[in-house]
């Protein structure tokens, strides 16, 4: 990538860390809606676990799919990788080629994207009475009278690139020994949880190889959901083949 790209991906960040920032903090400025915030996201992370439940048995594909459940969307509070990507960002984009600070970019829009989509699905299920019992049923009625699909096929786009480009850096012969390195330095430097990312991202891709196979079982798979979710399904989390 030019330098020009590497400005863009620079700037893409730092909005994306803002946004990230200003809707955690609502969030958590409210006790019942962060409490309520957590729920989804656990019911959520139940709800990938069992539709890619072959993956996180496979022995290829385990790592990555713990990687895409925990590290890149889950119940987890990314608020501490977000700061301390804040807290450096002039460092990180001082000595990180642009392919790692596009990876990291993209994380973060994710992150972003699914606070603000979560807020809206929070108001659905309240206003309906069903978030302190959610189930699937729940679940399934909240999410078209959320709306935004324009933003859900946007996230479901955002989690592709992220592996595609997690799977980029693999290629990049330097990237391991860097990580290697970048260790312990990070652990003393408040860093851990973005080297934690970047390290699990990478060696769960490099692991798995050829993410083609993989990526396709996610998007074919969290296409059809949203199609079957907006559609008024009876059963969108039913058993999929692919």
Request: hydrophobic share 45%.
């Amino acid at each position: 990538m030019s330098s020009e790209e590497k400005e863009r991906w620079v700037a893409e960040l730092r909005r994306h860390l803002v946004a990230a920032k200003a809707l955690r903090a609502a969030a958590n400025a409210d006790p019942r809606m962060s409490q309520d915030r957590l729920r989804l996201r656990a019911w959520q992370a139940g709800r990938l676990a069992a539709t890619y439940r072959d993956l996180l048995d496979s022995e290829r594909y385990r790592d990555a799919a713990r990687f895409f459940l925990s590290d890149l969307y889950g119940p987890k509070d990314f608020s501490e990788r977000d700061h301390e990507v804040e807290r450096i960002l002039p460092t990180l984009a001082a000595t990180l080629p642009a392919s790692g600070i596009r990876t990291i970019a993209l994380a973060v829009e994710v992150d972003a994207l699914s606070e603000e989509l979560d807020a809206a699905l929070i108001v659905e299920l309240r206003r309906a009475g069903a978030m302190d019992a959610l189930d699937a049923a729940a679940y399934a009625r909240a999410y078209p009278r959320a709306g935004h699909r324009q933003e859900r096929e946007r996230q479901l786009q955002l989690i592709g690139e992220v592996g595609e480009a997690l799977a980029a850096l693999t290629r990049k012969p330097l990237v391991s020994a860097a990580l290697r390195l970048m260790r312990a330095p990070a652990r003393l430097a408040g860093l851990s949880e973005l080297h934690a990312f970047l390290d699990h991202g990478y060696r769960a891709f490099r692991k798995m190889g050829d993410p083609a196979q993989f990526l396709a079982t996610i998007h074919d798979r969290e296409r059809t959901i949203l199609e079957r979710l907006y559609a008024g399904a009876a059963q969108p989390f039913e058993a999929q083949d692919g």
